[in-house]
T-cell receptor, first 113, second 109 residues
Framework: DGGITQSPKYLFRKEGQNVTLSCEQNLNHDAMYWYRQDPGQGLRLIYYSQIVNDFQKGDIAEGYSVSREKKESFPLTVTSAQKNPTAFYLC????????????FGSGTRLTVV | SQQGEEDPQALSIQEGENATMNCSYKTSINNLQWYRQNSGRGLVHLILIRSNEREKHSGRLRVTLDTSKKSSSLLITASRAADTASYFCALFGNEKLTFGTGTRLTIIP
């Protein structure tokens, strides 16, 4: 079955470390997205990519980096520059343009210890 | 950036009753979408309504859109315990989907 796989489900990071969250999709979607969700709040867009080898900053890109070397993969790196990285991270994908609705992964919960 | 605002923030109803949640926004949109999120999980796409549509149905879901008032509503009829979740409206424009803060719906058995 097609879908989006995020890994790991839970991730613990020490302060000052970079960590990379994985997102893989086999839906043949062109576009992929990363969102951050804080407790009791909505989703905020970090980065998005409409096509391989191209990506754009979202509303809260500072302290994060991404790459899009393959259509199926859109990893997110949370760098040490991100001041408050503890959050729930959601990856999504969509057909070209994204107007038809997004498919979401099950999320990665990142905790800084 | 544009963001929808859901109302109410939380809603508790008895099983079998109807649940209505609203979304207001300020900018022009291409379409408006509703998603459901169970606790600690990803979001699930429920229904999409385009800016030139006024009402859509999908099973027990009914969505309305009033572009003159910049508002939408999601009605869930004959609620079930499994409908307990957070519901988000999302505005599509400029190639991006922007989410509101959600309505937390609790169905009491």
């Amino acid at each position: 079955d097609g879908g989006i796989t995020q890994s790991p489900k839970y991730l613990f990071r020490k302060e000052g470390q970079n960590v990379t969250l994985s997102c893989e999709q086999n839906l043949n979607h062109d576009a992929m997205y990363w969102y951050r969700q804080d407790p009791g709040q909505g989703l905020r867009l970090i980065y998005y990519s409409q096509i391989v080898n191209d990506f754009q900053k979202g509303d809260i890109a500072e302290g994060y980096s991404v790459s899009r070397e393959k259509k199926e993969s859109f990893p997110l790196t949370v760098t040490s520059a991100q001041k408050n990285p503890t959050a729930f991270y959601l990856c999504a994908s969509s057909r070209t343009g994204g107007a038809g609705g997004y498919t979401f992964g099950s999320g990665t919960r990142l905790t800084v210890v | 950036s544009q963001q929808g605002e859901e109302d109410p923030q939380a809603l508790s109803i008895q099983e079998g009753e109807n649940a209505t949640m609203n979304c207001s926004y300020k900018t022009s949109i291409n379409n408006l979408q509703w998603y459901r999120q169970n606790s600690g999980r990803g979001l699930v796409h429920l229904i999409l309504i385009r800016s030139n549509e006024r009402e859509k149905h999908s099973g027990r879901l009914r969505v309305t859109l009033d572009t003159s008032k910049k508002s939408s509503s999601l009605l869930i009829t004959a609620s079930r315990a499994a409908d307990t979740a957070s519901y988000f409206c999302a505005l599509f424009g400029n190639e991006k989907l922007t989410f509101g803060t959600g309505t937390r719906l609790t169905i009491i058995p």
